[in-house]
């Protein structure tokens, strides 16, 4: 009722603003400022039908909106899990890593046929419903990189003794050979993104107690799994633990971190 209230309120003030500037004796200039307003105010009211959480704090000079002060998500005791509330029940979803070793690209005609037999007869695998989707995820590098760079650092360390102990060449130039491809790897892995590619299949249950719906749709998971791995002869996973943010956290679907990173290599070449 509060977005029809304030759809009618918008309206009527603006009904009355074009009253004013059609009736009383204002100066052109003044007629046109009010008119707009009345347009702005036509606006606000339609927007407010579908955008009630952006207007209502405009109206109210609020610089902060909570939109809801309870968790959105928060992974399962069992860390295979992503649960949710709505309403009085919880909503569980577990997710089902499909192995997926060749691209289309890599078929022939016959097998690219067979492949989407396969793909139509996942339809027909669960009697509830079932998401299936492929995913591109940035992957970060940040530990991996990190890892380089304290390779490099004790192998400097071991090149810098190795001087002081007046070494045979062979044993230094052998330290800078395995110096000068850690650099080469850190510097490949540094300026290009990395990418992975996940195809897995989500199924939800709803159950009045939290162990309740976690357990139906693990029970759910079983029976795709079971069904994916008879249809496609692979061996498919619940997806645990972290892995599950990758698939609800901008965050893990694209690092900030591992992207920063990038962007501060790519300012120091340019500065260089």
Excluded: C
């Excluded at 000068?180 to 299949?201: H, P, Q």
């Amino acid at each position: 009722m509060n977005k029809i209230y304030t759809l009618l309120s918008f309206f009527i003030a603006s009904v009355i603003m074009l009253a004013v500037a059609s009736e009383a004796p204002l100066p052109p200039y003044i007629k046109i400022v009010i008119l707009a307003v009345a347009l702005l105010l036509d606006a606000i009211g339609f927007a407010s039908r579908y955008y009630m959480y952006m207007v209502g704090p405009i109206l109210k000079f609020k610089k902060h909106v909570v939109l809801s002060m309870e968790n959105a998500y928060w992974i399962s005791s069992t860390a295979d899990a992503v649960l949710r509330k709505s309403g009085d029940d919880f909503v569980a979803t577990v997710y089902v890593s499909i192995p997926v070793y060749r691209s289309s690209t890599e078929m022939t005609d016959d097998e690219k046929l067979e492949f989407s037999r396969q793909v139509s007869r996942l339809a027909g695998i669960s009697r509830d419903p079932v998401r299936f989707t492929t995913q591109v995820h940035v992957m970060n590098k940040d530990s991996y990189i990190q890892t380089l760079r304290d390779t490099i650092s004790a192998s400097e360390n071991e090149q810098a003794d190795l001087m002081l102990k007046n070494a045979t060449p062979a044993a230094q130039e052998r330290v800078k050979g395995k110096i000068a491809m850690f650099r080469n790897m850190l510097d490949s892995i540094s300026t290009s993104t990395s990418f992975e590619m996940v195809s897995y299949a989500s199924v939800s249950a709803v159950g009045s107690k939290e162990y309740e719906a976690v357990g139906a749709a693990q029970q759910r998971a079983r029976e795709l799994m079971a069904g994916v791995g008879s249809t496609f002869g692979v061996s498919p996973s619940l997806i645990t633990g972290e892995n599950l943010l990758k698939f609800i956290e901008p965050e893990a679907l694209i690092p900030f971190s591992t992207m920063t990173e990038q962007i501060s290599k790519g300012i120091e070449q340019q500065v260089i």
